[in-house]
């Protein structure tokens, strides 16, 4: 009897999260970094979570490089703007070297953070369950890979400026257009997931009062998308010009709108009874924000009311008030909102959808059967516990190639999309546009696909 007690009082002062040293917090795995009071959380999901912290901790930095009092700092750096002889230039207009050397640094912070996780992308390939000896390394070691990211960063500060904008550049747009379709495939399944868990209340509640809630959302989110092409047809388009605008907006709408027919059509309602026009309303209204991010590129001060341009072979400000700067404009504020709640919904959830499952790289979420006996293997309150013994819940690698992609569209929304030139100015070019445009139409294509293919292809289960 006294040999169960003494068992039991050591089992529980293992159990105690109190009894964590601050080392072991440090250098061992993700449990001991909740607090007591926090309630108790899988290992995945805590994980995730703190990479995302790194990911907003890096925007934060860049965030702070944009601000005016930091240009003063950043001169002292070799990447600063000089030509020839270290004679500092100053553009004519309203925007000296100051006002591009916060762009530069945002190349580098976002470069810092793109190549940290891109080294965890190499290194978690193929891990298959928290047996693994490198699971340790992605759930733990936080002090040590907090110290990778800052030399990393502070790495990236000293390298030479050269061809290094112009080819990051790139990478950027690359980078930004396939985040664009993961945030468009996030959108598809929470709409997804809204409805299916709507209508299901409305079955057992016997209630219209849910058929009202999709209803009044979907016609909201239609309102919205009209009046998006309205003010996009009123401020980014003028008669007699502006010919792409209007191209884009009339091609963007004809596809919202053929994609929202093909959504309730008898035979695809058949195959995937769970699809709606709330989907449609949330993809439509999404076309339209990137359609507006497009139209805010466009290097033509007649059709973009916010616009960094070339006037007179020198670079000034459009604008009607002197030429004002307008670093922080509203598409890129609204961006910048749903860029955090889209990489939150990455690290927070795993879907209930097969196909998004499929695509992300993650599992299916715990039916209420399972749930209890994952509560089971909870160690002590406010610790995580492992539940990826038996098989991860979602791609390591996958995860960390998201992050990346994230940190290349954030480089790209902070900065405006606007390309270093050679001459020392920020230019905007028809790749940002063009970019942004392709990402919506793929897009609208993906989502188009989700609802033919059933059809398409019988013998296939995409339940």
Sequence with gaps: MDGRMMRSMRLKEEESPEQVSPASCLCGSAPCILCGCCPSSPNSTVTRLIFTAFLFLGVLVSVIMLSPGVESQLYKLPWVCEEGAGTSIILQGHIDCGSLLGHRAVYRMCFATAAFFFLFTLLMICVRSSRDPRAAIQNGFWFFKFLILVGITVGAFYIPDGSFSDVWFYFGVVGSFLFILIQLVLFIDFAHSWNQRWLGKAEECDSRAWYAGLFFFTLLFYTLSIAAVTLLFIYYTQPGTCYEGKIFIGLNLTLCVCVSIVAVLPKVQDAQPNSGLLQASVITLYTMFVTWLALSSVPDQKCNPHLLTR?????????????????????????????????????????????????????????????????????????????????????????????????????????????????????????????????????????????????????????
């Design 311 to 463: 006037f007179s072979n020198e670079t000034v400000l459009a604008g009607p008030d002197g030429y004002e700067t307008h670093w922080w404009d509203a598409p890129n504020i609204v961006g910048l909102i749903i860029f955090i709640l889209c990489t939150l919904f990455i690290g927070l959830r795993s879907s209930d959808h097969r196909q998004v499952n499929n695509l992300m790289q993650t599992e299916e979420c715990p039916s209420a059967l399972e749930a209890p006996q994952q509560q089971q293997v909870v160690v002590g309150q406010g610790r995580a516990f492992d539940n990826e013994q038996d098989g991860v819940t979602y791609s390591y690698s996958f995860f960390h190639f998201c992050l990346v992609l994230a940190s290349l569209h954030i480089m790209m929304t902070l900065t405006n999309w606007y390309r270093p030139g050679e001459t020392r100015k920020m230019i905007s070019t028809w790749t940002a546009v063009w970019v942004k445009i392709c990402a919506s139409w793929a897009g609208l294509c993906l989502y188009l696909w989700t609802l033919v293919a059933p059809l398409l292809l019988p013998n296939r289960d995409f339940s």
